[in-house]
């Protein structure tokens, strides 16, 4: 058993931000340093939600083959070598 710690940014204006060279296309976490952390996100539409999820590389192998097995959508993987 795995004990997950949820968190949402939802409904933070987080794609409204603009530093001088416009607003971001794309909103992430930098890097999440906690395992076992589950965030939702909006997503740059607004019409959907992003989860990133940190687990380590067992959990999240047994995580994506449960997701496969139902649902028609695969996990996307991550930047930087990170998988989530």
């Known amino acids: 058993m795995v004990g997950l710690s949820f968190t ?3 409904g933070f204006p ?3 931000g ?3 060279w416009g607003k971001p296309i794309w909103v992430t976490c930098a890097k999440m340093t906690y ?3 589950v965030v939702f996100m909006d997503s740059f ?3 959907g939600i992003e989860v990133l ?3 380590n590389q067992r959990d999240m192998d047994k995580f994506d083959s449960q997701w496969q097995s139902h649902h ?3 996990v996307a993987h991550a930047v930087h070598g990170s998988r989530l």
């Open 35 to 37: 395992r076992n952390r």
């Open 72 to 74: 028609r959508t695969e």
């Open 14 to 16: 987080l794609y409204e």
């Open 45 to 47: 539409s607004g019409n």
């Open 18 to 20: 603009d530093f001088g």
């Open 8 to 10: 949402s940014l939802c």
């Open 53 to 55: 999820i940190h687990l």
